[in-house]
């Protein structure tokens, strides 16, 4: 079975403060994703990273950066949290030779930043 | 770009009734689509997906969807929904080649009435 994990349930930060979003996937995909999730609007992806130390804007990255430095682990980091980006983070991943096949996803990590 | 419409954020349905959630989409290229489930706190799961062939497609615990080109539709359907279909599903789509992004509707809530 393939497994995504998240390395938290629910976070709760303040203003300013940085902050970190762990992914872990145990299958050797070579395509990871964030999204983030905000109801009425669905998600929206963040970023994506193809390969270890690459990566790629998606539809909303201002406030955001990833960092890839081994294959199983995508980590989003928020530099600065801001009140705006209290969400729902959703992690994803494939296996690019099985593609167009399904992303699996994480459990996600619901952010509270107050 | 590929963008997604689901035509309705709430549906209530009553047990054992039948069920139709709205999906439109468009792009300039072929796409590939897929429909997701989301129960309470947890991630998405995949429910069914439309590759090619058949535009008739089947998926998990009943669903089924039909892929209409002349109309950019791809309408997913329970014939018989039960309590434990409650949930939020979400309709996307990717391009054939390329990145392996998916563009995600804004969500449909199903509540299924007892």
């Known amino acids: 079975d393939v497994k995504v994990t998240q390395s938290s349930r629910y976070l709760v930060k303040r203003t300013g403060e940085k902050v970190f979003l762990e992914c872990v996937q145990d299958m050797d995909h070579e395509n990871m994703f964030w999204y983030r999730q905000d109801p009425g609007l669905g998600l929206r992806l963040i970023y994506f990273s193809y390969d270890v130390k690459m990566k790629e804007k998606g539809d909303i990255p201002e406030g955001y950066s990833v960092s890839r430095e081994k294959k199983e682990r995508f980590s989003l980091i928020l530099e600065s949290a801001s009140t705006n980006q209290t969400s729902m983070y959703l992690c994803a991943s494939i296996n690019r030779a099985g593609w167009p096949y399904e992303q699996y996803f994480g459990p996600g990590t619901r952010l509270t930043v107050t | 770009a590929q963008s997604v419409t689901q035509l309705d954020s709430q549906v209530p349905v009553f047990e054992e009734a039948p069920v139709e959630l709205r999906c439109n989409y468009s792009?300039?290229?072929?796409?590939?689509l897929f429909w997701y489930v989301q129960y309470p706190n947890q991630g998405l799961q995949l429910l069914l997906k439309?590759?090619?062939?058949?535009?008739l497609v089947k998926g998990i615990n009943g669903f089924e969807a039909e892929f209409n080109k002349s109309q950019t539709s791809f309408h997913l359907r329970k014939p018989s929904v039960h309590i434990s279909d409650t949930a939020e599903y979400f309709c996307a789509v990717s391009r054939l080649t390329g990145s392996y992004q998916l563009t995600f509707g804004k969500g449909t809530k199903l509540s299924v009435i007892p």
């Open positions: 439309y590759l090619s062939g058949s535009t």
């Open positions: 792009s300039s290229v072929s796409v590939y």
